[in-house]
């Protein structure tokens, strides 16, 4: 435990909605160590990003229970003026859409001088412009002397988030949070972005949390991966096992929902239902119960638990044990190729 | 004959500038491009943002204006219609990108999906109650919803109600704009199945615009690559991804990531492999300008660009 960088334990990050608090996040357990990078996956509404907004403490008005160790200190209870000197110091993040987390009216020389100077302020004004020059290149834009002077506006998508990442390892971070780095831009340029992030893991021992709803970008990246659904951790394990010997029944479904390269013109997987609201979730039960309504009921536990059930495999629910496709089994009884309606 | 002719299709957007706000440059979105769609086929068009297909998507239902060009649909060429023929638009339909601002919030989906209707045919309030009703049906919405907002539903029946709203009319074409591009996975997979399912029902051809190639793969019959407004190559889905043959289309497919964590390494291998190649032998596959050159056929079904001698 003490080598992990971050230690997430029993994590509930809570949201009030009419007098009433409704955990978005909830008994969440994770850790990431240095140099790995700790996938995040669940389709909108699954959490993951308010686990990240948690960790970062960027929502206004939540309350957060649990813990978060960072470097071993619990950073739950730090007053803001101290988080401030982690925050983009030691711990920084990449968001989604770079054109609004970028200021309009700032040119990129100066944005990523002010996260400089913010931790940093013995810097002069000579040796600032330096490390700003020095960054953009390290993040591979061309002409950085003149990409310098430019506004956000005039850069194209992977342009800005290049800047953006610029600015996020500006102070060498030792943990990088990067919240859909690369769904706003096109294939070849993520190719590169995904790159980059994995380069700057590699050279500066980074510890990463990429939040993803895109399974090949998991599949390229992650060390180790966590699927979220309806707030909570439903499987840990490192990518490999996840890809090839995945157990809980959302994460099955979800990897059998995605065209896959080499089944052409089969049909998809479908996921039964709708991802619940945070008003509506089940807080009792299994709570992917309700999405695989063949699976008998008394295959899931009353109060389901993350538990290993294999070296660094961890599993939440017993309903894995009993889950299966229902076109599968239909396939089995009626033989194959019947079952194309 | 084919369904959809395009020919050679041109879409210029001046930029004007100066005190008498005259024409001083022009961006050509869509400079010479030319493909054709059989009846219940469908044909991916494949660019990355910028590259002019939504454009050219736009251009063919008569959203965008064309330069220069001709399309036909059924025989009829659109780019200069009578009036007497303009109905002919109606049996061209197309679907949005993003169901959250495709939709008027204001207006039930009874009157969205009526709307098509009342512009092009004169039923009787029954009868047309009894036509959406019949549609939602189609689409797997309950005829309870008739009188709901959209904000009362999820992504994926959005989206479904802007496909009630697409084939109300009967088209014989529509054309999908990323139809699931703001979809989470799983919805994803039941809008393409729904659409796959409706295309047999109703025996129509799409037009599937995507910069995602792997639904593009699993949804096309055949595929075009669009960069910068010109076609860089064109083929069937086994031409196209598996023998790619401008260095453009193999550095995209080269870049998708697989789902395979075990194949990283190799694919990290390739991706540098096509990345020289791509560094080395730019010149040959683009003009002075940095745009592709005409297409050649190299067989029955493959047209690539490549330079005329070389």
């Known amino acids: ?341 | 004959m084919a369904l959809l002719e395009v020919k050679d299709l041109k879409v210029h957007f001046p930029i004007r500038g100066g005190i008498l706000n005259r024409k001083i440059d022009e961006i050509k979105a869509v400079d010479g491009v030319s493909f054709s769609i059989e009846q219940g086929k469908t044909y991916g068009l494949v660019g990355e943002s910028g590259s002019g297909k939504t454009t050219t998507g736009r251009a063919i239902i008569g959203l965008n204006h064309v330069t220069s060009g001709n399309i036909r649909f059924s025989g009829v060429d659109l780019t200069n219609l009578k009036s007497n023929r303009r109905d002919i638009r109606k049996e061209i339909q197309m679907i949005f990108q993003d169901p959250y601002s495709s939709l008027n919030p204001k207006k039930s989906v009874f009157d969205i999906v009526a709307e098509p209707l009342r512009n092009f045919e004169r039923l009787s309030k029954v009868e047309e109650r009894k036509r959406v009703q019949e549609l939602l049906e189609h689409v797997g919405l309950s005829p309870e919803s008739i009188f709901k907002y959209p904000h009362q539903f999820s992504g994926g029946q959005r989206q479904r109600i802007g496909i009630a709203r697409a084939i109300a009319l009967k088209p014989k074409l529509i054309i999908a704009d990323e139809p699931v591009s703001a979809l989470d996975v799983s919805v994803q997979a039941q809008v393409l199945n729904f659409l796959k399912d409706i295309q047999k029902d109703l025996n129509l051809t799409y037009l599937f615009i995507s910069h995602d190639l792997g639904i593009v793969k699993h949804m096309c019959d055949e595929i075009g690559i669009m960069y910068k407004g010109r076609y860089v190559e064109e083929g069937s889905r086994d031409d196209i991804f598996y023998n790619p043959q401008h260095i453009y289309t193999k550095r995209l497919i080269a870049a998708i990531p697989d789902i395979d964590p075990f194949k990283r390494q190799k694919l990290q291998e390739w991706r540098d492999e096509v990345e020289k190649e791509y560094k080395k032998h730019y010149d040959d596959y683009f003009d002075h300008e940095g745009l592709a050159y005409g297409l050649r056929s190299i067989s029955n079904t493959h047209l690539v660009a490549l330079p005329q001698k070389g």
């Not at chain 1, 990523?112 to 020095?134: C, F, M, P, S, Y």
């Not at chain 1, 953006?164 to 971070?173: D, G, Q």
């Not at chain 1, 009792?284 to 495999?313: M, N, Y």
């Open chain 1, 1 to 341: 435990m003490s080598n992990n960088l971050l230690e997430i334990k029993n994590l509930k990050t809570s949201f009030r909605i009419k007098d009433h608090y409704y955990a978005a996040v909830d008994d969440v357990s994770l850790s990431v160590n240095k140099n790995e990078t700790m996938a995040i996956v669940g389709e909108s509404g699954s959490g993951k990003s308010a686990l990240a907004f948690s960790i970062m403490r960027l929502h206004n008005r939540a309350k957060i229970e649990g813990n978060i160790y960072f470097n071993g200190q619990d950073i739950v209870p730090l007053p803001i003026a101290k988080l401030n000197k982690l925050r983009g110091n030691d711990m920084a993040m990449i968001f989604q859409d770079p054109l609004t987390a970028l200021n309009p009216l700032m040119t990129v020389g100066e944005q990523i001088g002010e996260a400089l100077l913010l931790h940093n302020k013995e810097l002069t004004k000579q040796e600032r412009q330096d490390q700003v020059i020095h960054l953009l290149k390290q993040v591979g834009i061309p002409r950085p002397e003149y990409t310098c002077e430019q506004y956000p506006h005039q850069l194209s998508g992977g342009m800005r988030q290049r800047v953006m990442i610029a600015i996020a390892i500006s102070n060498k971070p030792k943990l990088l949070i990067a919240d859909e780095p690369t769904t706003a831009l096109d294939v070849t340029i993520q190719a590169q972005i995904l790159r980059l992030i994995n380069d700057l893991k590699d050279k500066m021992d980074t510890g990463i949390i990429l939040i993803t709803h895109d399974l090949g970008v998991v599949a390229e990246m992650a060390d180790r991966v966590a699927v979220m659904y309806a707030g909570q951790v439903v499987e840990v394990a490192n990518v490999q096992t996840l890809f090839k010997k995945p157990l809980h029944p959302y994460t099955r479904s979800l990897l059998n929902s995605i065209p896959n390269t080499d089944q052409v013109n089969d049909k998809l997987h479908v996921i039964q239902g709708i991802v619940p609201s945070l008003q509506n979730l089940p807080r009792e039960g299994c709570r992917f119960a309700a999405r695989i309504p063949w699976v008998e009921r008394t295959a899931h536990e009353s109060d389901p638990k993350l538990r290993e059930v294999a070296p660094d495999h961890f599993v939440r629910c017993t309903c894995y044990q009993h889950f299966y496709f229902p076109e599968e089994r239909y396939k089995e009884v009626f033989g194959n190729g019947t079952f194309r309606s």
